[in-house]
């Protein structure tokens, strides 16, 4: 984690998983929502919050899903159904739910079909956010597939060239099975960084970093600490992947369409509009390794890759070199014995949604 | 096409295309190549210099690749074959043929297993060189279906933080059909620029950009200006898409492992020196869109999206905001009439090729 995202000490309070995890499905029961996807939503925050994706966790995204609930803009009992099926895909309404749930019963249809063919794949529309996209194609590793999983939505990444924001940042997750080593999981905005951490950001007093968003004109701020409003309302652009296209901006903004494609486009035709903030949609997909090679072998030639990513010399100035998903499992491995530390502010949000909700309040 | 990829005016010597083609097709043959597989070959390399990207053109591969059949590192008649299979996906030996080829006729599976099933994938490995992996994305688009295309090879890509090249630039292309409008076509190294242009850019003389390379230490060169011995040998190691871990390197050097893992690792398990400089493998995918939802829906949204994009209001210093494959398509109109320009250094290989092969020269 880069330090800038670190919760100041003196705000920090820690949190034991189990019940944060509780009182977290608690609130969702209370917003309409089942128990059993109650406890499936609260899952999906729980992981981000493990891994120390505080971005995706319940921190940055509780709070606005309730009050997505209380004014009905997320549907509390979707009934999302298939509406298009072939015998490797299948195509999903989500009847405005809330994508926590619904992306992961996408993904076990994928997951189905990758069993009986080879592989699965499933477009979903009409859906809302999905926290964290990790979480999803991390499902699939559990039966030994290579788990995809992209989401498409809002207007944040303003075109190479453009001065206007037209893409989301689109973020793509790629999941991979291993035998001895951690997972190899990338997890990624296509935009330089996640929309989410710009949240976490002004939260925690953290200056705007060069390469991160353009000026009004839509020319790079290749020079950083510029204020938060200055992304947020109107001219809230973030840069692709690259910042610029000496750097290869051209690369996050193809990547950041590629994903609105596969999401919105392909689950929703002309009904899509492509280009609104308030379009929401996934995807994913299952490849199951035995389909392709023996799976021991797979794994075993993963766990070599990742160790020798690992072996890496490291440049002056850094201690190790990582692999998408590592640092992350270690956070897991510490969050899971020692806590969740949660920004005061956020516990206090807790404790006055559980008094509103009667709820026992016992994260503290 | 950024300026600095350009060949200086008095270097160009333009040829047409069909004459190009045959030429090629013949040099193919004198390789060892059948006359078909040949056609397939130069059909490969032509779609790259009629489309203006010159990196994945005649000018830079095809001398290699005679190279590569003289010293008999390409297998001119490679009996590829399909090791395992599942219904909707396969893996593929190349029999250490070219990829231009055998990339080809993995997609083709790939596409009848789309067709029906929905999506089909295959893996392919003990391969070669494959050229512009936009090529083969492109042929499922012909086919009213979502193109993928994936290879890896080499060490040029330097993992973030790290000192050493481990990674290949690992190449992603992803092609979508359209209504009226030219093709989405992503086509794009996972480095900040494709390791051929280095060659280009030597020949031409343009000088080092910020953000390409990294220094012998493995600090990541942000100011440019090096010289090519800076980068190439052993030390040859190019930044991954983002150049530095503020400017989010970390997502292609992630992108970057995950492209190793589905065209090497999933095909060619414990058998895959997963980082090793001369392994090349291959990964395409074909997503039938009618599979998803209704074609022409599909495409008319894809129309209305890709306009979108272009109508953004450009940033200062821009005239307009373009979309991944509109330049190329552009290119390509005015190619396909007017010819296609090389440098004179490859017109003049061209005659000596065609001499020592007792070809009939007839470029110019």
Same mark, same amino acid.
């Given at each position: 984690?880069?330090?800038?995202?670190?919760?100041?000490?003196?705000?920090?309070?820690?949190?034991?998983?189990?019940?944060?995890?509780?009182?977290?499905?608690?609130?969702?029961?209370?917003?309409?929502?089942?128990?059993?996807?109650?406890?499936?939503?609260?899952?999906?925050?729980?992981?981000?919050?493990?891994?120390?994706?505080?971005?995706?966790?319940?921190?940055?995204?509780?709070?606005?899903?309730?009050?997505?609930?209380?004014?009905?803009?997320?549907?509390?009992?979707?009934?999302?159904?298939?509406?298009?099926?072939?015998?490797?895909?299948?195509?999903?309404?989500?009847?405005?739910?809330?994508?926590?749930?619904?992306?992961?019963?996408?993904?076990?249809?994928?997951?189905?079909?990758?069993?009986?063919?080879?592989?699965?794949?499933?477009?979903?529309?009409?859906?809302?956010?999905?926290?964290?996209?990790?979480? /999803?194609?991390?499902?699939?590793?559990?039966?030994?597939?290579?788990?995809?999983?992209?989401?498409?939505?809002?207007?944040?990444?303003?075109?190479?060239?453009?001065?206007?924001?037209?893409?989301?940042?689109?973020?793509?997750?790629?999941?991979?099975?291993?035998?001895?080593?951690?997972?190899?999981?990338?997890?990624?905005?296509?935009?330089?960084?996640?929309?989410?951490?710009?949240?976490?950001?002004?939260?925690?007093?953290?200056?705007? &970093?060069?390469?991160?968003?353009?000026?009004?004109?839509?020319?790079?701020?290749?020079?950083?600490?510029?204020?938060?409003? /200055?992304?947020?309302?109107? &001219?809230?652009?973030?840069?692709?992947?690259?910042?610029?296209?000496?750097?290869?901006? &051209?690369?996050?903004?193809?990547?950041?369409?590629?994903?609105?494609?596969?999401?919105?486009?392909?689950?929703?035709?002309?009904? /899509?509009?492509?280009?609104?903030?308030?379009?929401?949609?996934?995807?994913?997909?299952? %490849?199951?390794?035995?389909?392709?090679?023996?799976?021991?072998?797979?794994?075993?030639?993963?766990?070599?890759?990742?160790?020798?990513?690992?072996?890496?010399?490291?440049?002056?100035?850094?201690?190790?070199?990582? %692999?998408?998903?590592?640092?992350? %499992?270690?956070?897991?491995?510490?969050?899971?014995?020692?806590?969740?530390?949660?920004?005061?502010?956020?516990?206090?949000?807790?404790?006055?949604?559980?008094?509103?909700?009667?709820?026992?309040?016992?994260?503290?």
């Amino acid at each position: 984690m880069l330090d800038y995202f670190k919760i100041p000490k003196k705000d920090v309070v820690v949190v034991q998983a189990e019940k944060l995890r509780r009182t977290t499905e608690k609130i969702f029961e209370k917003c309409g929502v089942s128990k059993e996807e109650a406890q499936l939503g609260a899952d999906v925050l729980l992981y981000a919050d493990l891994k120390g994706i505080e971005t995706h966790g319940v921190s940055n995204l509780l709070r606005s899903y309730v009050d997505w609930y209380n004014s009905r803009r997320l549907n509390p009992k979707p009934k999302w159904k298939v509406v298009r099926e072939s015998p490797a895909t299948a195509t999903i309404d989500g009847d405005n739910g809330l994508g926590l749930m619904t992306v992961a019963h996408a993904m076990n249809i994928a997951i189905a079909k990758a069993e009986k063919l080879g592989m699965g794949a499933v477009s979903i529309r009409n859906s809302q956010h999905c926290g964290a996209v990790g979480y /999803f194609a991390m499902m699939a590793v559990e039966h030994d597939m290579i788990g995809w999983c992209m989401t498409a939505g809002g207007n944040a990444m303003v075109p190479t060239f453009g001065s206007e924001p037209k893409v989301g940042t689109n973020p793509i997750s790629i999941a991979v099975p291993t035998n001895k080593k951690p997972p190899f999981i990338f997890d990624a905005a296509m935009t330089t960084i996640a929309g989410n951490k710009m949240g976490l950001l002004e939260r925690i007093g953290a200056p705007m &970093q060069p390469g991160w968003v353009a000026h009004d004109d839509g020319s790079p701020d290749m020079d950083g600490g510029g204020k938060f409003d /200055f992304f947020l309302g109107n &001219q809230r652009m973030q840069l692709p992947l690259g910042s610029t296209r000496d750097l290869g901006s &051209q690369k996050g903004y193809g990547l950041g369409v590629a994903v609105d494609v596969l999401c919105g486009i392909l689950s929703n035709g002309s009904g /899509f509009a492509s280009l609104a903030g308030e379009r929401r949609a996934h995807f994913v997909a299952a %490849y199951k390794v035995d389909a392709f090679n023996d799976v021991d072998e797979f794994k075993t030639s993963m766990d070599e890759m990742l160790q020798g990513l690992e072996d890496t010399k490291p440049a002056p100035g850094y201690e190790r070199v990582l %692999y998408a998903g590592l640092e992350e %499992y270690e956070e897991e491995q510490k969050r899971k014995s020692e806590g969740i530390p949660l920004h005061k502010e956020v516990v206090e949000w807790y404790k006055g949604t559980c008094e509103e909700m009667k709820i026992e309040f016992n994260l503290i």
